[in-house]
Structure formats: C-alpha cells, structure tokens
C-alpha cells in the first residue's frame, strides 16, 4: 500500500510590480508542496502587495525597484555576470545598477553599499 503525496498548498500573489511577481513565481513555483493559483482560484495563501513604499523609500534612499533587485544580489555576494544572469540583463546594465547604487548609497564598493543598505534597514541580513 503505497502513501499519496499530500496536495498542495496553493498560494495566490497580487503585485503590483511585474518584475517582482514574475520572480516570485518563479521562486515559488520550484517549491515543492506549493503550487500558484490561477487567476481567480481560491488560495491557501495569498501574498498582496499594493501601493506600499518600499523600505528604501522609508529609509530615505530613493532606489528602483530594479536597484533593490541588484542589491538583494550584491548581500548575497553576487559578481556582476551572476546579477546579469539572474535578472535577465546584460552585464554592461548590471554595472550601470551596481554604479547608481553605489552612487546613491554613497558607498565606496559594493561590500559598502551593502553594509550602508543594512545599517538604514533597506535590507536586511
């Protein structure tokens, strides 16, 4: 007598930001035991996100949404290519956003923005 696999929890995301949905999904999607909902299907879970300013914005830093996506990366310790790869950009407009960060965090490396990032709470660690 074998044992059916539990099913799964089905988990709805309403964001605002389509950059940040996709990666979401896609995050999630691999995640086994979770499965997303279809548009209009009742959830387990639902994630929303609407007209929140982002941590940055409290924080007084006025980065992009995609700015936060490369310095997520740079906490994890991510070369340029890896960002590039990651975010589905060139590696010449992953050095523009690694540049505009450090510019706008007034750092002096990417260790430093990093650490800059942390200490305001825009990321955490």
């Given at each position: 007598m074998s044992?059916?696999?539990s099913p799964a929890i089905v988990?709805?995301?309403?964001?605002?930001?389509?950059?940040?949905a996709d990666r979401m999904a896609s995050l999630l999607g691999g995640v086994a035991g979770l499965r997303l909902a279809a548009p209009?299907?009742?959830?387990?879970?639902?994630?929303?996100?609407?007209?929140r300013q982002s941590s940055a914005e409290l924080h007084g830093f006025d980065l992009t949404p995609r700015e936060l996506d490369v310095l997520t990366l740079l906490?994890?310790?991510?070369?340029?290519?890896?960002?590039a790869k990651?975010?589905?950009?060139s590696?010449?407009?992953?050095?523009?956003?690694?540049?505009s960060l450090l510019d706008?965090?007034?750092?002096?490396?990417?260790?430093?923005?990093?650490a800059h990032a942390a200490r305001r709470g825009v990321i955490n660690l």
């Amino acid at each position: 007598m074998s044992e059916e696999p539990s099913p799964a929890i089905v988990v709805a995301l309403e964001i605002d930001d389509p950059a940040l949905a996709d990666r979401m999904a896609s995050l999630l999607g691999g995640v086994a035991g979770l499965r997303l909902a279809a548009p209009g299907e009742a959830a387990a879970i639902t994630v929303v996100s609407r007209n929140r300013q982002s941590s940055a914005e409290l924080h007084g830093f006025d980065l992009t949404p995609r700015e936060l996506d490369v310095l997520t990366l740079l906490a994890e310790g991510a070369s340029n290519k890896t960002i590039a790869k990651q975010l589905g950009i060139s590696v010449h407009t992953a050095k523009f956003h690694v540049g505009s960060l450090l510019d706008k965090l007034d750092a002096t490396g990417r260790t430093d923005a990093v650490a800059h990032a942390a200490r305001r709470g825009v990321i955490n660690l």
